[in-house]
């Protein structure tokens, strides 16, 4: 089962930052928080993973809070193509065969 | 390059018949994944293959189901006596390594229509 709770849905103004937030109260200290996205009628695509410390990449920010218990993935510039599900996913360290266990995630609508 | 392909990218076929569903990995890819997406279930793991071998079948919902991998390349996803349950997308994705820290690619899905 998934380990992660988030809003089924948001809307966000184009050009306005996205901010998506995911619950993770039972993370372990091995389990790292992985975000993909599905836009409509495509697979799902990675967008970043972090442990701990904030991550920043090309397409987003990764807000990681002290204890771990939630985090917040940061689109700082949406625009119509970010309009997608985005899944926040909870993952061991040690998971060998690396499978996803997939959420409901959040439907993200970016308007213009 | 190319990325992850699936063949067919949708396939309507009738209860009690077998189909088998294709995905080609990116070249070089030795961990390669079968997931599914149904309306009722979400998107949901099926099977992971490391080179040939599954080590990991624990999502394959019951024995109608089957996958090989061979080369360490191609996967076939076969699925016997088809039912209307079995109606969903079925997603293939590859990763460079098994595990952690490897980002997976994924295709853009068979969708399966039981009739």
């Known amino acids: 089962d998934a380990k992660t709770t988030q809003p089924p849905s948001m809307d966000c103004a184009e050009g306005r930052a996205a901010n998506l937030p995911c619950n993770h109260s039972?993370?372990?200290?091995?389990?790292?928080v992985y975000w993909y996205r599905q836009i409509h009628s495509q697979g799902p695509q990675y967008i970043i993973h972090?442990?701990?410390n904030n991550e920043t990449n090309e397409m987003a920010s990764l807000i990681i809070t002290e204890d771990r218990k939630s985090s917040t993935l940061i689109l700082p510039h949406a625009t119509l193509r970010d309009t997608a599900v985005y899944y926040c996913?909870?993952?061991?360290?040690?998971?060998?065969?690396?499978?996803?266990?997939f959420g409901q995630g959040t439907e993200l609508s970016v308007k213009p | 390059g190319a990325g992850v392909s699936q063949s067919p990218s949708n396939k309507v076929t009738e209860k009690g018949k077998d189909v088998e569903l294709r995905c080609d990995p990116i070249?070089?890819?030795?961990?390669l994944y079968w997931y599914r997406q149904s309306l009722g279930q979400g998107l949901e793991f099926l099977i992971y293959?490391?080179?040939?071998?599954?080590?990991?079948k624990s999502g394959l919902p019951s024995d109608r189901f089957s996958a090989e991998r061979t080369g360490g390349s191609v996967s076939t996803l076969t699925i016997q006596r088809t039912q209307q349950e079995d109606s969903a997308v079925y997603l293939c994705?590859?990763?460079?390594?098994?595990?952690?820290?490897?980002?997976?690619?994924f295709g853009p899905g068979t969708r399966l229509t039981v009739l």
């Open positions: 070249s070089g890819h030795t961990a």
């Open positions: 039972t993370i372990s200290g091995n389990e790292y």
């Open positions: 996913i909870v993952r061991e360290l040690y998971n060998q065969g690396g499978k996803l266990i």
């Open positions: 293959f490391q080179g040939n071998s599954a080590p990991d």
């Open positions: 994705a590859s990763s460079q390594r098994q595990g952690f820290g490897n980002e997976q690619f």
């Open positions: 972090g442990l701990k």
